[in-house]
């Protein structure tokens, strides 16, 4: 039986995109077909001013069609029971008092403040929940991503928000960390002893990381054009997933064991000279063309974006890690918005076998790989070789296959949920710690600098692609292949 949870539930921007997608909808999956939830409250907050009931209907218009099949007309009226509007602006004072009257009065109760809003906000309102009082010893913060635009700005923010919660309060989200692939990872590496021998420059000869998008900015032009994939992408889910990938085993699964581990990681990340920016990094921008047999048009010509901008929506990357276990080994990230398909995978390709015994018609053994999915849907491929039925000795490819969908008879969560329940069980391990954080940023920033002394802009690729050519190039220098390739 699952745990009953008691909790106040604060969403700033409770009247924004993320709310009404992901928020409302994980609340929601997570209160259907039981009662664990009948104690959490949540409030939601923004300027607009609004009752409690005219918040309800808004819900009511916006947040159906992100619960698809799942929407039951009961199960919905009883969420809205447990849902409340304050009207509060992140400036003023006198707001966050009206809040507190909103809030349960029991001082132990754990409060969750969920901002979701842009940063530039988080340091405002962190002064005012302290100043109205409102921040207890059983508080905790959660911070949207992107956490700044920089090693500076994200300190910035850190300090703000650190001087009045304690780290062990602040749960920053990669929500990457909450999808179930990535937790299967881990139990994949931690909880078998078959793949730890393997796992090193011993036996693996790269790792490719892709996230593609098939959308373009949609309504976020003006952000995203700030933004650009690297920070919007790179900087936290994808470096996140490698970590995962490349971390040393930690002594417990607690937070601060697998954290310690991970923060090694991008401490041990290599690097670039501004002379490795340009070999070892391709930044793209998309054209007009054709996704799922539709005409898009060019990034340029997307709603919100400045003419003449040189933000990428593509980036191709070759990391490598200064360490005994990686040392040598590509990791090769990548992802895009507009691309040919929407996916999230990781692909380890192992080394060839070092000796075959094959004869030489047959040609050597191809390298053995394994495929970790996350999107669209999520499951494992290991790709072996086996002999071809019938006469002589041939061999061909054969794939395993797991759909973790079809194993697992568990309703899954949507990382959105999973992550939520994390922070009101007050448990960090899917959360990004502060030192984590600015080691990522610490290593992005040569890119950036290099980009921008560069005279070069993105290179264009085509939408409806798998991005600019030299993305294949950056592989292909070391006789790789990315996944669709090969
Ligand atoms: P959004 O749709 O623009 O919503 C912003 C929210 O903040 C609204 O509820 C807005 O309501 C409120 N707000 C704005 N100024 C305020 C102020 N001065 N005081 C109090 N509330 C204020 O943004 P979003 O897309 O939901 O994104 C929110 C955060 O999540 C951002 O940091 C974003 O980067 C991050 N994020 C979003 C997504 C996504 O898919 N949308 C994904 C990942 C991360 P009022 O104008 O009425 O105040």
């Not at 509060?88 to 009206?98: G, H, W, Y």
């Not at 499951?379 to 759909?403: D, F, H, R, V, Y």
């Not at 990382?415 to 992005?444: C, H, S």
Request: some cysteine; glycine content about 8%; hydrophobic content about 40%.
């Amino acid at each position: 039986m699952s745990q009953t949870h008691s909790a106040d539930l604060v969403f700033f921007g409770g009247t924004g995109d993320l709310a009404m997608r992901k928020l409302i909808p994980a609340i929601y999956a997570a209160s259907r077909g039981g009662k664990s939830m009948d104690d959490v409250r949540v409030i939601g907050c923004a300027r607009q001013n609004l009752s409690t009931e005219q918040y309800h209907s808004l819900l009511t218009e916006q947040v159906p069609e992100f619960l698809g099949d799942s929407f039951d007309a009961a199960a919905w009226a009883a969420l809205l029971a447990r849902v409340s509007y304050v009207t509060v602006d992140a400036a003023k004072p006198e707001d966050f008092a009206r809040l507190g009257e909103a809030m349960h009065p029991d001082v132990n109760r754990a409060r969750v403040y969920y901002l979701a809003t842009t940063p530039t906000l988080f340091t405002p309102i962190c002064q005012n929940l302290a100043a109205a009082g409102l921040v207890t010893p059983a508080s905790r913060v959660v911070l949207e991503k992107p956490l700044g635009r920089d090693l500076a700005s994200s300190r910035t923010i850190n300090d703000a928000v650190g001087a009045i919660f304690a780290e062990h309060q602040i749960y920053r989200i990669d929500h990457y960390l909450g999808k179930e692939t990535v937790q299967n990872l881990l139990a994949l590496r931690f909880g078998n002893a078959m793949f730890e021998p393997l796992w090193s420059r011993a036996w693996i000869r790269d790792v490719q990381i892709t996230i593609a998008e098939q959308v373009g900015v949609g309504g976020r032009g003006e952000f995203y054009d700030n933004t650009g994939a690297l920070r919007d992408m790179v900087q936290n889910h994808l470096l996140q997933l490698l970590c995962i990938v490349a971390m040393e085993p930690p002594a417990t699964i607690d937070a601060d064991a697998v954290r310690d581990e991970k923060v090694q990681v991008l401490r041990a990340l290599k690097p670039y000279t501004l002379a490795e920016v340009q070999s070892h990094t391709v930044r793209g921008q998309y054209r007009a063309g054709a996704v799922a047999a539709k005409p898009v048009p060019g990034y340029q010509d997307e709603e919100g974006i400045t003419s003449g901008s040189r933000t990428e929506t593509f980036v191709a990357l070759k990391a490598e890690l200064a360490n005994w276990r990686w040392a040598g080994v590509p990791f090769y990230l990548r992802t895009g918005k507009r691309m040919e398909q929407r996916l999230a995978e990781i692909v380890i390709n192992f080394k060839q076998v070092p000796h075959s015994i094959f004869e030489s018609s047959v040609g050597a053994p191809e390298n053995n790989r394994m495929i970790i999915r996350l999107q669209p849907d999520e499951g494992l491929t290991l790709q072996l070789q086996a002999k071809t039925p019938g006469e002589g000795m041939k061999l061909q490819e054969i794939s395993l296959n797991l759909n973790f969908a079809d194993t697992a008879k568990a309703r899954r969560q949507e990382a959105y949920e999973r992550l939520l329940i994390e922070v009101i069980q007050g448990r960090l391990t899917l959360f990004v710690r502060r030192d984590e954080q600015e080691a990522a940023w610490k290593w992005v920033e040569p890119i950036m600098a290099g980009w921008d002394a560069s005279p070069e802009p993105p290179k264009p690729y085509n939408a409806g692609t798998w991005g600019p050519a030299a993305s294949a190039a950056l592989v292909g220098r070391d006789g790789s292949t990315w996944p669709e390739e090969s």
